[in-house]
C-alpha cells in the first residue's frame, strides 16, 4: 500500500498518460468530429471568429474548472444527487463566465447571446464530468476537461474561419478579399452565413480526419 | 456508497449556500461595468441615428462625442406636453417599462441634436416586435418633424442574413429623406413594402426579401411609435 502510494506520488505533472489527456480530444477523441458533442453550439457561433474564440475560451474554462471541482468533490458526492451537484457546478461556473463577458467584452457576448448559457446543456460537460471527473484525481481531470475544451474549440475555429473568410471575405473583421475581385465580379457566398452550412463544413472536416487516420476508420 | 438522508440533504444545502454567495458576490462587483457598457451602447445607437459613424470610435470617447451633439432632452406624454424637462432623467427613461403603461401616463423620451451643419435633429426611441424576439431602434427626424434625417435598427435574435439585415446600410439609408407625413398633413408613418418601393414614393423603402415578418415587425414598430408621438409631431409641426 505504501509503495503504491510512494510510485503515484512519485508521478509527474506531465507523465505521458497526462500529456495523452490532452492530445487525445485533438484527433482521436475529438469531442465534435468523433464523439459529435455540442454540435449546436458549433453550429450557431461559427459565422465570425471573433465569437467562436471567445466561444471556445469559455468552454475550455468550464470544462477545465467543472472537472477540477467535481473531481476534488468526487469522494463526497452523494451518488444519489451526482446529476444535480453536478449541474450547478456547471451552471455556477457558466454564470460567472456569463457575467464576466458582459463586462469586459460586451459587444462578443452580445452576439454569443444565449449561446453562453446553453453551455450549461452542452453535452461535452456533463459526458466529461460523468466519464472521467466522477473517477479521477483532480489534476488529471483538469487536463481532460482543459483538452476536451481545447478539441472543441479547434474545431470551432476551423469552421468559424472558412465561414467568415468565404462568407463575409473576412478574417476576425479585417478584409481579406480585396476590392478589384468585387469589382470583377466576385461574390461573398451568402450560403456560408447560414447555420446548414456550418453543419456541412463540419461534415467534411470529418471526412477529412476520418480519411487520414485508419484508427477512425469503421471496417 | 449510500448516504444517509441527512447527509444528502446537508450537503445540498451548503452547497446552494455556497454557490448563492459567491455569484451574488461576482454579480455585485461587475455590476457597475457592465451597466456602463449598456450606457455607452444607447449614446451609440442614439448617436448612430444621427448619422454619426459610432463604429470606429473608441469606447471611451462616445460620452464626450454625445454631449457634444446631443444638446438637450424631453419626455412628453401622448398629448405632446412636456413632462421631464432634464436630460439626465429623460436618459434613464427605458421605452420598454413605459409602453407597458396606459397611453396618459407613458413618458416617452425625445433627444435633440445640433448637428455639425447647425441643422437640429430630434430622435425618438422605438421598440417592437420581429420575428423571433424585440427589435428596437431610433428614428431621428429634421427640424419640420416630417423628414427622417436616419434611423438606426437592432434585433436581438433575428435570423442572420435574413431579418437580422435591418441592422445594415442597405437597408436604412433608404430611410433618409423619406416623409412621414402626407402632402394632406395626415400621419402616414414609412411603409416597407415586399417586392420594393417605387422611387417616388416618399413613404415607402424597400422590405428585405425572405425576412418578411421582421420587415412588417420594424413597419409596426415605426407606426406605432410615432403614433403616440403624433401630438408632440403634429403640434411642433405647425409651428
Known amino acids: ?219 | 456508497m449510500q448516504h444517509s438522508n441527512k447527509y444528502i440533504l446537508g450537503y445540498s444545502i451548503i452547497m446552494v449556500v455556497i454557490v448563492a454567495v459567491s455569484l451574488t458576490i461576482i454579480a455585485v462587483q461587475l455590476k457597475p461595468r457592465q451597466d456602463e457598457n449598456i450606457r455607452i451602447e444607447k449614446m451609440q445607437n442614439i448617436l448612430s441615428s444621427v448619422n454619426i459613424a459610432v463604429a470606429e470610435i473608441p469606447k471611451n470617447e462616445i460620452g464626450t462625442l454625445y454631449k457634444k451633439y446631443i444638446v438637450s432632452a424631453v419626455a412628453v406624454n401622448n398629448k405632446g406636453e412636456d413632462k421631464i424637462t432634464d436630460p439626465a432623467q429623460v436618459f434613464k427613461i427605458e421605452l420598454v417599462n413605459e409602453l407597458k403603461k396606459p397611453g396618459e401616463e407613458q413618458m416617452l423620451p425625445v433627444f435633440i441634436a445640433k448637428l455639425d451643419n447647425g441643422d437640429t435633429a430630434y430622435v425618438l426611441p422605438l421598440r417592437g416586435k420581429g420575428l423571433w424576439g424585440p427589435v428596437w431602434g431610433y428614428i431621428s427626424l429634421k427640424g419640420d418633424f416630417n423628414t427622417v434625417y436616419g434611423v438606426m435598427f437592432d434585433h436581438k435574435g433575428e435570423t442572420p442574413g435574413l431579418g437580422a439585415e435591418i441592422g445594415q446600410d442597405f437597408f436604412v439609408n433608404p430611410f433618409k429623406g423619406k416623409t412621414i407625413f402626407g402632402k394632406d398633413g395626415k400621419f402616414t408613418s414609412i411603409q416597407i413594402i415586399k417586392g420594393g418601393a417605387a422611387d417616388d414614393n416618399p413613404h415607402g423603402v424597400d422590405a428585405i426579401s425572405g425576412g418578411t415578418i421582421t420587415s412588417k415587425g420594424v413597419e409596426k414598430m415605426i407606426f406605432d411609435n410615432l403614433g403616440s408621438y403624433q401630438a408632440y409631431l403634429q403640434s411642433h409641426k405647425n409651428h
Do not use: H
Open chain 1, 1 to 219: 500500500m505504501s509503495e503504491k502510494l510512494k510510485k503515484v506520488e512519485k508521478e509527474p505533472m506531465f507523465s505521458s498518460k497526462v500529456l495523452k489527456l490532452l492530445k487525445n480530444p485533438f484527433n482521436l477523441e475529438n469531442p465534435i468530429t468523433v464523439q459529435v458533442l455540442g454540435i449546436c453550439s458549433a453550429l450557431a457561433v461559427t459565422v465570425q471568429m471573433k465569437p467562436a474564440i471567445v466561444m471556445a475560451l469559455s468552454v475550455t474554462i468550464v470544462t477545465a474548472f467543472s472537472n477540477l471541482i467535481i473531481s476534488s468533490l468526487r469522494n463526497t458526492i452523494p451518488s444519489r444527487i451526482r446529476i444535480i451537484v453536478q449541474l450547478v457546478v456547471v451552471a455556477a461556473l457558466v454564470i460567472i463566465v456569463d457575467q464576466i463577458l458582459k463586462a469586459y467584452v460586451y459587444d462578443v457576448s452580445k452576439k454569443l447571446s444565449v449561446f453562453v448559457g446553453l453551455i450549461i446543456t452542452n453535452c461535452i460537460l456533463m459526458g466529461r464530468l460523468e466519464a472521467y471527473a466522477m473517477g479521477n484525481k483532480p489534476w488529471p481531470s483538469f487536463v481532460d476537461g482543459f483538452g476536451n475544451g481545447l478539441g472543441y474549440g479547434l474545431i470551432l475555429v476551423i469552421v468559424a474561419f472558412f465561414r467568415e473568410s468565404l462568407g463575409s471575405g473576412k478574417i476576425l473583421g479585417a478584409k481579406i478579399i480585396p476590392q478589384f475581385m468585387y469589382d470583377i465580379g466576385y461574390m461573398d457566398n451568402g450560403l456560408m452565413i447560414l447555420p446548414p452550412m456550418a453543419l456541412i463544413t463540419i461534415g467534411i472536416i470529418i471526412w477529412v480526419q476520418r480519411s487520414k487516420t485508419p484508427e477512425l476508420q469503421e471496417k
